[in-house]
């Protein structure tokens, strides 16, 4: 379960912890990919933005990994650090042997063709796993 903490992919980690619930052979791996970048300057405090967005990072990890808890649910996280988000999701997909990926989107259709985001859109594309889109919108 890929998590940008946004609302929407707590929604679709409510329902994929839902579906695991009971299930004794399901573990979840909640993965935030935090995404690096060259750290330029310090705060006043020797904090790195990349610190930072470490420590966010886990939190939002740590809030799902306590909700699969509550539903009974094993629940793994992981901080990924990555520079493209796609490529980090395609990685652990594929060392860790996954069998489905869960995205939460909260696109509304806007044209004839349902757009899911260029995220989303392009992990449908990559990923050799199903995937389950819910939009939450």
Known sequence: MPTNGSR???????LGFALA???????VLVVHVARSAPVTYL???????????????????DVLRELGEGYGVRTETRVQDASDVES??????A????????LGTDVRP???R????????????????????????
Do not use: C, H, K, Y
């Open 43 to 61: 705060t006043g405090q020797g904090t790195s933005p990349s610190g930072r967005e470490q420590a966010n990072a886990q939190q939002i990890v």
């Open 88 to 93: 980090a999701v395609l990685e652990i997909v």
């Open 21 to 27: 619930a009971g299930q004794d052979d399901v573990d």
């Open 8 to 14: 929407a992919a707590r929604n679709a980690a409510e």
């Open 110 to 112: 806007a044209s004839e």
């Open 95 to 102: 060392a860790e042997g996954v069998d489905l990926v869960l």
């Open 114 to 137: 349902l757009f899911l985001g260029p995220r989303v859109e392009r992990m449908l594309a990559t990923l050799p796993t199903p995937v389950l889109v819910v939009n939450t919108a």
